[in-house]
T-cell receptor, first 114, second 113 residues
Framework: DAGITQSPRYKITETGRQVTLMCHQT?????MFWYRQDLGHGLRLIYY???????DKGEVPDGYVVSRSKTENFPLTLESATRSQTSVYFC?????????????FGPGTRLTVT | SQQGEEDPQALSIQEGENATMNCSYK?????LQWYRQNSGRGLVHLIL?????REKHSGRLRVTLDTSKKSSSLLITASRAADTASYFC?????????????FGEGTQLTVNP
């Protein structure tokens, strides 16, 4: 029972490079989310998806791209990484939206942009 | 802007004592959830309280919700060293669509053995 996994767990990249963070869940949850957590702060929503091929912007979407061709995968791409995108990225999934269900979080990807 | 704000930002207590954390929010909500985050790990859901509920219990956890004051509290009784973690409240605001939660900045709880 893998649950929700993220890869890589740690990534160092240079400014301007494209980076893709992977997220995979085994529960067939409809909803998936990407958050970023900056040191000492809470989570901010980047993008979310209600189902395959349905995505929407969250609070801080600029500089990020998502896709969801399959229910179980929700990759997050930084098209041209900037130092301000250094953060810990968490993927989460949820069974439903109405009413809001609990979200299940992956272990996170720590991204450093140099 | 953050919907939920936790208070205090940091709390240090002795094992066996009770820990109380508060959360305030700004808009009408469908429900409020509490999550725990151990250092270097993802968040784990603790408890969900709906807007028409006033109090909820789960083991050593007690959550209250006062929608008139737009506030919630999380009480951990008989704390243990293993309760050391950051605790976040998250709100499901009525005006947002989908299963979107807005997280506060968290309370860092340290339980000293």
């Amino acid at each position: 029972d893998a649950g929700i996994t993220q890869s890589p767990r740690y990534k160092i990249t240079e400014t301007g490079r494209q980076v893709t963070l992977m997220c995979h869940q085994t529960w067939s949850h409809s909803y998936m989310f990407w958050y970023r957590q900056d040191l000492g702060h809470g989570l901010r929503l980047i993008y979310y998806s209600a189902a395959a091929d349905i995505t929407d912007k969250g609070e801080v979407p600029d500089g990020y791209v998502v896709s969801r061709s399959k229910t179980e995968n929700f990759p997050l791409t930084l098209e041209s990484a900037t130092r301000s995108q250094t953060s810990v990225y968490f993927c989460a999934s949820s069974e439903s939206a109405n009413p809001t269900y609990e979200q299940y979080f992956g272990p996170g990807t720590r991204l450093t942009v140099t | 802007s953050q919907q939920g704000e936790e208070d205090p930002q940091a709390l240090s207590i002795q094992e066996g004592e009770n820990a109380t954390m508060n959360c305030s929010y700004k808009t009408s909500i469908n429900n409020l959830q509490w999550y725990r985050q151990n250092s270097g790990r993802g968040l784990v859901h603790l408890i969900l309280i709906r807007s028409n509920e006033r109090e909820k219990h789960s083991g050593r956890l007690r959550v209250t919700l006062d929608t008139s004051k737009k506030s919630s509290s999380l009480l951990i009784t008989a704390s243990r060293a293993a309760d050391t973690a950051s605790y976040f409240c998250a709100t499901d605001a009525r005006e947002t669509s989908g299963s979107r939660l807005t997280f506060g900045e968290g309370t860092q709880l340290t339980v000293n053995p």
